[in-house]
């Protein structure tokens, strides 16, 4: 009783700082703001305030996350003991409610739960996968994206997400590149800093705001073969300038949590680096957040082969610094043994459950952990549904547009609408997309029966009921379809299940017998469309020549089709730009813009195409240069790439100093012209190659892009700053810092730009 009152007593002195606090928020702007140096120290004092009421056992309570659905009969008795600090995968209102009802009335201390969920792409608004939305290159719409992934989650409860995933790829193999930004760094750091931007908010989850997190920690995107769960080798400065800095980017930019990766960082399982998660995200970054590992991670060390059993797992977990466990349970089984051993010190564990309690008193979930009912009208709201559709709009890229196929002709009467994608409601949603539902789908084939003029009709014959079928029963009447339309329409490319976690591919061909179908419609002559529905880049080297327009649409969420339906008409203009090399070939991997020179780069004029190689060549005759010679040294289309509707002219590229010190902040700028008859957006690239250094650096790195709007005929001048954080990166004796030298800088609408100019750095 006595302990009862003690308890109400500091408590009630915790909700009248916490009632302040909120005050403060719902005085405030409710826009984005990171956590101010006040609100942190009355959040770290009201966690310290708790910490000192708390047994062992609520400590490590604190230090779990379990499953929803797994745990579902045992966790009311779980979170009335205090035995559980978050609960993932429960998205029913009324179980989270009498969840958090019952962590905050009956648990001895009422410390209210995080509830986790994986809202990637969307809640049941599902936008488009992470990798299409990065070729929007639009962080407006990302940020808004995001923002609205929240408020839909936290209608039910959702307090927590897992996203973003800012895990550099360079092999599309990987499933997981449909559910990363891409292959560069900086492109990653903008893109993640907007969907933390767009997730969190002001902070406060009663304002409809979740807690970030940035995933996965780190190198998970270094894959070996493009397997999933592999590892990543590699040299620090490479790790530090490439696969790092969007993780210390989110830092930045404030996200409240990071978790941990599944896979090792040369030869040590990332859940237990002390390198990488005391080191670098502590000590060096002086990262505050709460450091969640990945699913049973911690456990998985001993697969890995870097722990022994379950006990040496948690020790290694919690003396790298990681706070929390999701659904393993080594801290809760060992933690206690390896305190009294004297192997973990209790002020580890406080400092862990510490960043928990802070975690949750930021999002004001002391004061309100319940559902936000009233966001729950906002489910697929139209305004939400408008967002998902611009979107996807401005993800899909137009990798080929002959005599201008696109936009359709008004003079068309009919279209054959063919392929396994153009009516996949689920498939189109893509992967990570638990909350998504696909009665809520709007399909291409729909979005063209609905939106195409009356005049148009629509020949609908799929041809193959699923992208990696192989049965061509369907192909008949798909090719009937065909030959009575003007136009083709194929919707080809792979059902969602084939790309995301642990959906990874050998070939990156179109499954099953999508291209024999495609055969099959090139004799029929008729002109084709071909849109690509698909989580990851596919080799497209060989179906390109065969039709006449290609529209990568990737897989775009909800509103898919009527973003697709709008491109295809001409009501949108593409302006998608590729965020990842597009292959010729598979056994290109990894290619991408940002690589090295070597010291015998290919010469486009030395190059010899493997069949005109003649015979009995003499061994050094080729002129020994960095190629294939069966797919020579070029992607078939760059990073950054994307066509329009309409033309933009660059004009020369000018900068104010080309010669400045090391501390020196210039500008360079580039006058952009729409040359066309069509309003169209395009991406401003800005590149920049350090020419010699204490260590080699690569031919062409992405330093800022701008995406603009410009009516025909219109002309704008984009600018761009260039400073000393543009030009850092790691030396030869590992230090972030700018070298005087000669450098190149090109300006243009995608890496392969020849226009350049030079600057120095004296
Ligand atoms: C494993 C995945 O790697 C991670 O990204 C995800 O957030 C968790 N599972 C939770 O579902």
Avoid at 489 to 516: K, V, Y
Avoid at 626 to 642: C, M, Q, R
């Amino acid at each position: 009783m006595k302990n009862r009152y003690l308890i109400g007593v500091a408590f009630l002195a915790i909700m009248i700082l916490g009632a302040w606090s909120c005050f403060q928020t719902a005085q405030g702007t409710p826009v984005q703001k990171a956590v101010t140096a006040d609100e942190q120290t009355l959040n770290r004092n009201r966690a310290d305030s708790l910490l000192k009421l708390m047994t062992l056992a609520e400590k490590l309570g604190q230090l779990q996350q379990l499953d929803g659905g797994i745990s579902k009969n045992e966790l009311p008795k779980l979170i009335e003991q205090g035995k559980v600090g978050s609960v993932l995968n429960e998205v029913d209102p009324e179980r989270v409610t009498m969840y958090q009802k019952i962590a905050l009335e009956k648990s001895r201390l009422g410390i209210p739960l995080l509830i986790g969920r994986d809202v990637i792409h969307g809640y049941r608004t599902v936008f488009p996968i992470p990798l299409a939305q990065s070729a929007s290159w639009n962080l407006d719409l990302v940020e808004e994206g995001s923002r609205i992934s929240a408020v839909e989650a936290s209608a039910k409860g959702v307090n927590w997400t897992f996203a973003p995933m800012i895990d550099i790829t360079r092999d599309p193999r990987w499933g997981r590149v449909a559910e990363s930004p891409g292959e560069d760094t900086h492109l990653t750091c903008e893109m993640g800093s907007a969907m933390i931007r767009g997730l969190q908010g002001n902070g406060n989850y009663q304002d409809g705001n979740i807690a970030a997190c940035a995933k996965h920690f780190a190198a998970y995107g270094i894959t070996v073969g493009g397997r999933d769960y592999t590892g990543a080798n590699m040299g620090e400065r490479q790790l530090r300038d490439v696969y790092l800095r969007p993780f210390k980017a989110a830092v930045d930019s404030d996200a409240m949590s990071f978790m941990s990766g599944f896979n090792e960082v040369n030869d040590i399982p990332a859940s237990g680096s002390e390198w990488l998660l005391k080191e670098v995200l502590r000590e060096e970054w002086e990262y505050q957040g709460m450091l969640l590992s990945d699913w049973t991670s911690i456990t998985e060390m001993i697969d890995h082969g870097y722990c022994k059993d379950k006990k040496e797992a948690a020790f290694k977990a919690m003396r790298a610094g990681v706070d929390m466990e999701m659904v393993s349970t080594s801290y809760n089984e060992y933690l206690e043994e390896l305190i009294k051993e004297g192997k973990i010190d209790i002020k580890q564990v406080d400092t862990a459950v510490r960043r928990i309690l802070i975690m949750k008193f930021r999002l004001g979930l002391f004061e309100n952990p319940y559902p936000v009912l009233s966001n729950d009208k906002t489910i697929l709201s139209k305004e939400h549904l408008e967002a998902a559709k611009q979107a996807a709009i401005e993800s899909a890229v137009l990798i080929k547009n002959d005599k201008n196929a696109l936009p359709l002709s008004d003079k068309i009467n009919s279209v054959a609408v063919i392929g396994p994608m153009a009516d996949a409601p689920h498939d189109q949603l893509g992967t990570w997309s638990f909350d998504g539902k696909k009665a809520d789908s709007q399909t291409y084939l729909n979005a063209i029966r609905n939106d195409f003029p009356e005049n148009v009709t629509v020949n609908y014959a799929p041809g193959l009921k699923i992208s990696r079928t192989i049965k061509k029963d369907g192909f008949n009447e798909a090719i009937n379809a065909a030959k009575k339309s003007d136009v083709i329409l194929f919707f080809a490319g792979e059902e969602a299940i084939l790309s995301g976690e642990a959906h990874c591919r050998a070939h990156l061909d179109l499954p099953g017998a999508q291209e024999e179908l495609l055969d099959e419609l090139v004799k029929t002559g008729k002109p084709i469309v071909m849109i690509v529905v698909a989580g990851r880049p596919l080799v497209l080297t060989d179906l390109l020549p065969k039709v006449d327009a290609l529209l990568y649409a990737w897989q775009g969420g909800t509103m898919a089709g009527p973003a697709i339906s709008d491109l295809l008409l001409g009501k949108a203009n593409p302006s998608g730009k590729l965020p990842i090399t597009f292959l010729r070939a598979v056994g290109q991997i990894p290619m991408f813009h940002s690589h090295k020179n070597t010291g015998r780069p290919a010469n486009e004029n030395e190059w010899t195409q493997m069949y005109e190689i003649p015979e009995e060549a003499w061994q050094t005759s080729l002129g020994n240069r960095s190629h294939y010679l069966d797919e020579g040294y070029v992607p078939l289309f760059p990073f950054g790439y994307g066509l329009s509707y309409t033309n933009f002219k660059y004009g020369k590229i000018k900068i104010d100093k080309n010669k400045i010190t090391p501390t020196d902040t210039f500008t360079a700028q580039v006058e952009v012209t729409n040359t066309g008859k069509t309003e169209g957006k395009e991406v401003v690239q800005m590149y920049i190659r350090d020419l010699f250094g204490s260590v080699t650096r690569p031919v062409k790195e992405l330093k800022g892009f701008q995406k603009i709007s410009l009516k025909p005929g219109e002309t704008k001048t984009v600018k761009f700053e260039v400073s000393r954080e543009t030009l850092n990166f790691w030396n030869a004796d590992m230090d972030f810092t700018v070298e005087p030298g000669k450098f190149k800088l090109w300006i243009g609408g995608h890496s392969a730009t020849k226009e350049f100019v030079e600057f120095e750095i004296i």
